[in-house]
């Protein structure tokens, strides 16, 4: 039997992921800071940028319960902020440290849990990396460090050598989502390229969430899964 856990399972790429697996009678754990009542998929509202409420989650049984008779085990760390958007002088300092825990800080943590709490399963992590963590943009510096650094997470797990322990970071293509529309109502004097991602939704080309979802959990469930520690799904399609 298969289980999974999707953080950010509220919205955006991390809902339709979880309706896909849902969809795929694949039961699903989600953390997020907001319940949606779908059926069929157990719920924890938690703010992941919190390290102290994360570590205290962590410390109770909830993940193992979840995980108890499963043979493969699905972790996606998919929750993530792109702000603070700006220089340095225009980052508030809170806020960068908000985003290095969330959308680092929580993936390292639960992937470490996650291992600890299935012994008995396959274990399969998937890091919704980025092409901001493979390219410096202006602006995203905080972005861009985190989504490097859950690259060179999964390529370090590789080394470690467990094969019952695979790992990918993956960056999943440009999504009409939420996080998008945030981009584009991002002041030119802190995002300079932000033309750019208002020229890719006037051209069409951004993915819908539930494409994006459907060839994610293909990769995801499929044979060939964590082959390459650093991936691009618009590579996989
Ligand atoms: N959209 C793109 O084009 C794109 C491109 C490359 C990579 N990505 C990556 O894909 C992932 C999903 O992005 P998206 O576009 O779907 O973003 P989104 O629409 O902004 O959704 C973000 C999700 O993360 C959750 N989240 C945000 N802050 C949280 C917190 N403090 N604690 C717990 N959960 C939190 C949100 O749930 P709550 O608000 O309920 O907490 C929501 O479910 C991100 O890691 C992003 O970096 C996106």
């Not at 998919?78 to 800080?105: D, F, K, T, Y």
């Not at 995203?140 to 650094?149: E, F, H, I, L, P």
């Not at 797990?157 to 945030?182: K, N, W």
Request: proline share 5%.
């Amino acid at each position: 039997m298969i289980k999974a856990i999707v953080t950010g399972h509220s919205r955006g790429l991390g809902a339709a992921v979880a309706a896909e697996l849902l969809a795929r009678a694949i039961p699903v754990l989600g953390l997020a800071r907001h319940r949606v009542g779908v059926e069929g998929m157990e719920e924890v509202e938690i703010d992941l940028s919190d390290a102290g409420a994360l570590a205290h989650w962590l410390s109770g049984h909830a993940l193992a319960s979840f995980l108890a008779g499963c043979d493969t085990a699905l972790l996606v760390n998919n929750a993530g902020v792109v702000s603070p958007v700006g220089p340095l002088a225009e980052q508030e300092p809170a806020a960068a440290l908000r985003a290095a825990v969330l959308n680092v800080g929580a993936p390292l943590a639960l992937s470490a849990a996650f291992v600890r709490a299935a012994p008995q399963a396959e274990r399969r992590i998937l890091h919704i990396s980025s092409g901001a963590g493979r390219s410096a943009y202006p602006g995203w510096s905080v972005y861009c460090a985190t989504k490097a650094a859950l690259d060179q997470h999964a390529r370090a797990i590789a080394l470690d050598g467990d094969p019952r322990v695979r790992a990918c970071s993956l960056a999943p293509g440009v999504i009409d989502t939420d996080m998008q529309a945030e981009i584009r109502a991002t002041p030119d004097a802190r995002f300079p390229l932000r033309q750019r991602f208002v020229d890719l939704k006037e051209g069409g080309v951004l993915v819908a969430p539930e494409d994006c979802a459907r060839t994610l959990v293909d990769y995801l469930t499929g044979a060939r899964f964590g082959s390459e520690a650093v991936d691009d799904l618009r590579e996989l399609r």
